[in-house]
């Protein structure tokens, strides 16, 4: 099995960056892919971007692209998630996820791992 625990989150102001870290433990060989999903209050859960094994190439929900950028450290088993120029609309629990999809395209609707969430409020 394989363990995600996200950390980083907190209450920011709009405008702000914040980094967002998802550590993994446990057995990975089938794990190709790994990435960020978010829900905001009464939302449904939305795709936020997903990178490969080796950190080679990454994907990014069009809406996010610019201000959202996730790269990983294999030797620290962490992937992170940069967030740049933070909106109230961006707040959410945000969910690091891990499967073993090899097209990015697909990683939204793949089964995998998810994390325990970590909560990213901005305020106006």
């Known amino acids: 099995q394989v363990q995600l625990v996200e950390s980083g989150g907190g209450l920011v102001q709009a405008g702000d960056s914040l980094t967002l870290s998802c550590a993994a433990s446990g057995r990975a060989f089938s794990t190709n892919a790994m990435g960020w999903f978010r829900q905001a209050p009464g939302k449904d859960r939305e795709f936020v971007a997903a990178?490969?094994?080796?950190?080679?190439?990454?994907y990014t929900a069009d809406s996010l692209k610019g201000r959202f950028t996730i790269s990983r450290d294999n030797a620290k088993n962490t992937v992170y998630l940069r967030m740049n120029s933070l909106q109230p609309e961006d707040t959410a629990v945000y969910y690091c996820?891990?499967?073993?999809?090899?097209?990015?395209?697909?990683?939204?609707?793949?089964?995998?791992?998810w994390g325990q969430g970590t909560q990213v409020t901005v305020s106006s």
């Open positions: 996820a891990a499967n073993g999809v090899y097209d990015l395209t697909r990683f939204s609707t793949t089964q995998g791992y």
């Open positions: 990178i490969t094994r080796n950190g080679g190439y990454t």
